[in-house]
């Protein structure tokens, strides 16, 4: 039985406690969520967001308005963006916004990872994360994965990857993607991955440009990685049930037991894993981002206090994947 986040690190809790900055430290749902990961012994928290409103610790709360660090962080925002056109009173402005500033806790050095996405929306998550935190060095791209976990009982935990950020990734892209999801389906998974590259075809029995795409993509992974376990094209019954891929694609590693689904755009990728969580009951944990120099992580704006917890959890995995790896997933 596949372990979920908190599970995991309740069974194997980082040496030194990360500290993870929230924020959104004024929502009521980030608020419980953060200090039931600090109960949990998952990670100490700080809640950014303006002193005196909401119910966090008084003692956890960073108000970027008021905050010692501030000068120092807009001092660092303005070399770093100085050259896309902002100025010194423009970084000022910039860093006493929430999302910034937890961006700039974790590019400083005073915070491990940062989690975000309760009130903003993905796609300023992610922009402030890759402006102020940046890509890892050996990453072309930030791309993100769903964690899914199956009901009680017995039955497979995945990675699906990219379900909630790439729309359309040419074949190169879809490669890097698949790359990037290795790590993460060790940090998360502990397994190894075994990738399907996910089509409406099953070893040409379809023949059209977009099948040409995922295998194409095949291509590249296999040369760049020859050491990953990756089949393609495949459907997805072909993927995941052991009889229908002996059926479809016989000889095959992979054909039957993937269990990292590469999908060949965001269409599929996010409406495979609603089906998967509506229909088939699996637990989704994500969007989570791979790709980035330190961790930082998007939550759904209909998230619970269970759902900040977990995500925090990511966040830690993450940050001791790249103490091990060097590379974040």
């Not at 006493?96 to 974790?106: E, G, I, K, T």
């Not at 199956?150 to 990675?159: C, E, K, L, S, V």
């Amino acid at each position: 039985m596949t372990l979920t986040p908190t599970e995991l690190l309740a069974e194997n809790p980082p040496a030194d406690r990360p500290i993870i900055a929230l924020s959104e430290g004024e929502d009521p749902r980030v608020i419980a969520g953060g200090l039931a990961a600090e109960a949990a012994g998952l990670a100490d928290v700080i809640f950014v967001g303006r002193e005196g409103h909401g119910d966090a610790p008084a003692d956890k709360v960073h108000d970027p308005v008021t905050s010692d660090l501030t000068e120092g962080f807009a001092a660092a925002f303005h070399e770093l963006r100085k050259h896309k056109g902002v100025d010194e009173a423009a970084a000022v402005e910039a860093v006493r916004s929430p999302l910034v500033y937890a961006a700039m806790l974790v590019r400083e050095g005073h915070a491990t990872g940062t989690v975000g996405g309760a009130v903003a929306t993905t796609s300023d998550v992610v922009r402030t994360a890759i402006q102020v935190i940046g890509k890892a060095a050996d990453a072309p791209m930030v791309s993100s994965f769903f964690s899914m976990y199956p009901p009680d009982g017995p039955g497979r935990a995945m990675i699906y990857s990219d379900s909630g950020l790439v729309i359309d990734p040419s074949s190169e892209e879809l490669a890097a993607i698949a790359a990037q999801s290795s790590a993460s389906c060790r940090a998360f998974l502990r397994e190894e991955p075994m990738f399907a590259m996910l089509s409406f075809s099953t070893k040409g029995s379809a023949r059209h440009g977009r099948v040409s795409k995922v295998t194409d993509a095949l291509g590249i992974l296999k040369a760049a990685h020859p050491d990953l376990q990756a089949d393609g094209e495949l459907q997805f019954d072909a993927a995941f049930v052991p009889s229908v891929g002996d059926s479809k694609a016989p000889g095959s590693d992979v054909a039957g037991r993937a269990n990292v689904m590469i999908f060949p755009d965001l269409d599929a990728g996010n409406i495979g894993y609603k089906i998967t969580q509506r229909v088939g009951g699996y637990a989704a944990i994500g969007p989570i981002l791979q790709g980035l120099a330190r961790p930082a992580n998007d939550l759904s704006r209909g998230c619970s206090a269970e759902d900040v917890t977990q995500m925090i959890a990511v966040t830690v995995l993450q940050a001791m994947s790249m103490n091990e790896t060097g590379s974040t997933p």
